[in-house]
């Protein structure tokens, strides 16, 4: 099934105190004058300095009703009146943090089962996210595995997801971590998805669940392993290096757009 709404992983770092191009993008979508925003800051170790960069944030460009949403045990998922913020607003923001804390906090709970009700059926429904918050989008998700030994069997550690989007891989931080070899093993392991690698302060904007529209300051790399000839992946033994043939990669700056599911620009 096709969603309706519009969804936008941030790669991290984005301009929360100049020109605020991303964020006032997002705001953009929700195509509202005055957008109702809930930041959700499940993610993340200091929720309250978090919430409230946010919250300056978007009050700089114009917004009175930002709210912070902050959930650390499952059953407060399913409170009420978090669930009533989410089905009045306009766009939920998962901030930066730890996509397993996320995940595991509000993996199967009603809140996550409203966002993605709104997801699919309201087409003016924005849900964005930065790092960890975007890192979680992806039916399958990047948990762990260091830049330097990312080619290595058994470094890589995937686990389930949000389940926003199920057609792509999402790393973040990726140029400034150097990430490409922990991206390139992923999509080793499942040539079907394609990898989303988002710079800092870079973003994309995905319509349809497959129109892909490039936005921020960075790059964004697509790793697509439809074309992977040869990889022995299965045969080596955890701990030794991996061989891959045939991996293919496109680079995107800011206005590009590229179709997830034809796996190519749109010029």
Excluded: W
Aim: charged residues 25%; glycine residues 12%.
């Amino acid at each position: 099934m096709t969603p309706r709404g519009i969804l936008i992983p941030i790669g991290g770092a984005e301009d929360k105190k100049g020109n605020k191009d991303i964020l006032n993008r997002v705001l953009d979508e929700t195509g509202r004058k005055y957008p109702i925003v809930e930041v959700i800051t499940s993610a993340t170790d200091l929720p309250e300095d978090v919430g409230d960069g946010y919250t300056e944030a978007f009050k700089d460009l114009g917004l009175d009703d930002v709210g912070t949403i902050h959930i650390d045990e499952r059953e407060e998922a399913g409170d009420k009146e978090f669930i009533r913020r989410i089905e009045r607003c306009d766009c939920v923001f998962f901030s930066g943090g730890n996509q397993l804390k996320l995940s595991s906090v509000l993996g199967g709970t009603a809140l996550l089962k409203v966002i993605k009700d709104r997801y699919m059926d309201d087409r003016n429904f924005v849900i964005a996210g930065t790092s960890a918050g975007a890192a979680a989008m992806s039916a399958t998700m990047i948990v762990s595995g260091s830049s330097r030994d990312a080619l290595v069997k058994g470094e890589l550690q995937l686990t389930t997801g949000l389940n926003f989007i199920d057609c792509v891989f999402i790393d973040t931080h990726f140029t400034e971590r150097g990430r490409f070899g922990r991206l390139m093993q992923t999509i080793a392991t499942n040539p079907t998805v394609l990898g989303l690698g988002l710079g800092e302060d870079t973003g994309a904007i995905i319509h349809d669940g497959r129109e892909l529209e490039i936005i921020g300051s960075g790059l964004v790399v697509i790793v697509d392993g439809c074309c992977i000839k040869y990889t022995d992946l299965t045969d080596v033994r955890a701990g030794e290096p991996i061989t891959i043939e045939g991996l293919m990669m496109h680079v995107l700056s800011s206005g590009k757009r590229f179709d997830l599911g034809e796996r190519k620009l749109i010029r």
